[in-house]
Structures are given as C-alpha cells and as structure tokens.
C-alpha cells in the first residue's frame, strides 16, 4: 500500500519554469527566465573558480564575511541576515516558521507564482487578494486580513508583472496590519527598482519588528545557476531562521563569488545601465506597434495583446519560438494575452524588436 503525501499536497499545481530549448535552434534568444544576460562579475567567477577544487569538502563556511560585504554594500545590519540556497529556499523556510494548519498566508492574485506553494506546504491556506491590472490593491489586500492571518507576502517590485509599490503604499499596507502580523517582502528586483518614490523594505525591517524582506544573488549578481539568496529581519528571526536551515546553507562556489560580486560595483553598473536602456527601448518599440506595455521596475517588461485587433499572445509566442525568440507564456488565464520578456544581449533585443513587427504586420 502506498503511503500517501500530508493532506493538502496533491492539489499542489507544477510551478511552470521558462522553457530554454526549441527544436531546430542550437543559440535561441532566450527571454523566459529572467536572468542576467550579461552574467556574473569576472572577478566572482575567478573567485568561485578558485573555491572548486575544495569542493569535496563540506562548505563550513563563515556566512560572516558575506555578510559583511552585505552590509557595506547596503548599509545594513550584519548581524541580522542569514543565508540559503536561493531566495526560494528562504522563503519557503520563512513561511514554514511563522505559518501552519488553520492559518492564512494573504498574496495579492497576479504576484510570484510560487506564493500560494508555500503556503501549501506549510499546511497553511493561501488567501488572493484581487489585483488592479496586475498592480499590487493595498486597500484589496487589507481587506483579506482577519484573526487566521499570520502572513502577508508580497514581491516589490512585483513578478511577473514589473510593477512595484510606492514607499507611501508600502507603509500603509504596513502601518494597517495587526501586531501580528507578519510582513513579508521578497525583493529579488530591489537593484532594478529606479522609481522616485521607490524604497527598499529593508529600512522597515530597522523601524518595526514585524517585517523579513527576503534577497537574490539571482537577478543583478548573476548568480542564478549558484543558487544564493538571504533574507533580513531583526534577530529573533534570523536566530530561529539559522538554527533550522541547512547544515551548510551556501556552497563553496557560491560563497567564492558571492562576495566578490557584491565588491564589484562596477560590473553592477554596468548590468543596471544595459537593463535601464533596453526596458526604455523595448517598451517604447512594443507601445509604438500597439501594444500595451506595463510599466516595469525590473529586468523585464509584461506585454498585453488586443484580441480586437486579431493578434494573440499565444500566436506571437508560436511566431517568436519559429524564429528563435523564447519569451515567457503563461498558462495562467489572466495571463492568456500576455508574454513577458527579460532584457537580453543587444543584437537578441534588436531581433526580438523586428520579429514582432514583423509578427504584427503580417
């Protein structure tokens, strides 16, 4: 007899990762995932070179010294941080602390995929607030909160919309949650985020006790294959956060480059003005051919097709993967007449820009 998973489980739907192959095609243009075309820091990969060949040991590493680097680069607390393979992997542990069976994790409808998943696993109840055209409804989020609620997460800025929150949004969602309560905020996109009125949730976590905003090496580092993350919160979190995480929560390469990549500003730089410039021109040359373009505080913009004027996104999707092109669809029904696209190399953007005129001349 089969031993069944914990009640809840089964219902928990595939998390539909962006496809990176198509037939036919030994480079694509590869648009789904949103990762860092221009990569890791030269000196990071150097470092995480080095760190290879005392790979066979157990990575007994001083999360400190990262840490550190953090905290320069951030102006943050080093004491307050700690670490694990990937942003999801902290998050999945930060909702597996502080929720369980019989009580609510509330996610605006739209947001990370795999939100209502960790709530799932954690034997909690994911609860969707509805979204205003896929921009985060503090007012709609407030409205799901009752006396079940132990968790409120949220992406800023957002995906896979782009979107992100006001400081002034941020702080009244905030301000308007019971002592209770705990705030969540997975900030992947926070270097991305160039908006005036944008503020990092880091600076909540100094003023109130209620607050984690989780953190990537993923997205501006680069480092998405190393798998890297780290969450910031006050220390009663990270004390309970550290004692039941992995025995070695950072392997031996990613710490290598970790630090090193956060040292080089300058590779940094460089990744922020490539995005800056290719979201502008992106979003200038999809809105020009009639599309409808979200405005985007990340490295990657949501597109919208009109159904009136006879294009799909699924049909532009099949036109794009013919000539190369892999954007990201998904199989989502709010999402229908939707493709996202993460910035890519130069000469993929100017592509991407001439298929899809070509897609909608046709």
Same mark, same amino acid.
């Given at each position: 007899m089969?031993i069944?998973?914990?009640?809840g489980?089964a219902?928990?739907? *595939?998390?539909m990762v962006g496809i990176? %192959?198509? $037939?036919?095609?030994?480079?694509p243009v590869?648009?789904?995932s949103?990762?860092?075309?221009?990569?890791?820091?030269?000196?990071a990969?150097e470092?995480a070179?080095r760190?290879?060949?005392d790979?066979h040991? *157990?990575p007994e590493?001083?999360t400190?010294?990262?840490?550190?680097?953090l905290a320069?680069?951030y102006?943050?607390n080093p004491?307050?941080?700690a670490f =694990? $393979?990937g942003?999801?992997?902290?998050?999945?542990r930060?909702?597996?602390?502080?929720s369980?069976p019989?009580?609510?994790?509330?996610?605006?409808?739209?947001a990370?995929m795999? #939100? $209502?998943?960790y709530?799932?696993v954690a034997?909690?109840t994911? @609860? &969707?607030a509805?979204?205003?055209? #896929?921009?985060?409804d @503090?007012?709609k989020?407030?409205?799901? @909160?009752n006396?079940?609620?132990?968790i !409120?997460?949220?992406?800023n800025?957002d995906?896979p919309?782009?979107?992100?929150l006001s400081?002034?949004e941020?702080r009244r969602?905030?301000a308007a949650?019971?002592?209770? !309560?705990l705030?969540? !905020?997975d900030? &992947?996109?926070d270097? #991305?985020?160039?908006?005036d009125? *944008?503020e990092?949730a880091t600076?909540?976590v100094?003023? *109130?006790?209620?607050v984690i905003v989780?953190?990537?090496f993923s997205?501006v580092y680069?480092?998405?294959?190393?798998?890297?993350?780290w969450?910031y919160?006050q220390?009663?979190?990270?004390?309970v956060?550290t004692?039941? =995480?992995p025995s070695f $929560?950072?392997n031996?390469?990613? #710490?290598?480059a970790?630090i090193e990549?956060?040292?080089d500003?300058?590779?940094?730089?460089?990744v922020?003005a490539?995005?800056?410039r290719w979201?502008e021109?992106l979003?200038?040359?999809?809105?020009?051919?009639?599309?409808?373009?979200?405005?985007?505080?990340?490295?990657?913009?949501? @597109?919208?097709f009109?159904?009136e004027a006879?294009k799909?996104a699924?049909?532009?999707?099949?036109?794009?993967?013919?000539n190369?092109i892999?954007?990201r669809?998904?199989?989502?029904?709010?999402f229908s007449n939707?493709?996202r696209f993460?910035v890519?190399k130069?000469?993929?953007?100017? %592509?991407?820009?001439?298929?899809m005129r070509?897609?909608?001349n046709?």
């Amino acid at each position: 007899m089969a031993i069944s998973p914990r009640q809840g489980l089964a219902a928990i739907d *595939y998390y539909m990762v962006g496809i990176s %192959k198509l $037939p036919g095609w030994d480079d694509p243009v590869k648009l789904s995932s949103n990762e860092s075309v221009l990569g890791m820091s030269p000196a990071a990969i150097e470092a995480a070179q080095r760190a290879i060949p005392d790979s066979h040991l *157990y990575p007994e590493v001083d999360t400190e010294i990262l840490a550190e680097a953090l905290a320069e680069r951030y102006r943050l607390n080093p004491d307050w941080m700690a670490f =694990g $393979p990937g942003s999801d992997e902290v998050l999945q542990r930060i909702v597996n602390t502080f929720s369980g069976p019989g009580e609510e994790l509330v996610h605006s409808k739209n947001a990370y995929m795999q #939100f $209502p998943i960790y709530a799932k696993v954690a034997g909690a109840t994911p @609860v &969707a607030a509805d979204d205003n055209d #896929f921009h985060y409804d @503090v007012d709609k989020i407030l409205s799901k @909160v009752n006396n079940n609620t132990r968790i !409120v997460l949220l992406a800023n800025p957002d995906n896979p919309s782009g979107s992100c929150l006001s400081a002034g949004e941020i702080r009244r969602l905030h301000a308007a949650l019971p002592g209770n !309560v705990l705030l969540i !905020v997975d900030s &992947a996109y926070d270097e #991305f985020a160039g908006a005036d009125d *944008y503020e990092s949730a880091t600076n909540l976590v100094h003023e *109130y006790d209620n607050v984690i905003v989780t953190r990537s090496f993923s997205k501006v580092y680069g480092m998405a294959g190393l798998r890297l993350g780290w969450c910031y919160g006050q220390p009663q979190y990270i004390e309970v956060m550290t004692r039941i =995480g992995p025995s070695f $929560p950072i392997n031996t390469a990613a #710490f290598a480059a970790g630090i090193e990549a956060v040292k080089d500003t300058a590779h940094v730089d460089k990744v922020l003005a490539h995005n800056r410039r290719w979201i502008e021109e992106l979003s200038r040359q999809f809105t020009t051919m009639g599309l409808k373009v979200y405005p985007s505080q990340t490295n990657f913009i949501l @597109v919208g097709f009109s159904t009136e004027a006879g294009k799909t996104a699924s049909e532009a999707n099949t036109w794009l993967n013919e000539n190369g092109i892999i954007p990201r669809q998904f199989a989502l029904d709010d999402f229908s007449n939707k493709l996202r696209f993460t910035v890519g190399k130069d000469d993929g953007m100017e %592509k991407t820009i001439a298929v899809m005129r070509e897609f909608l001349n046709r």
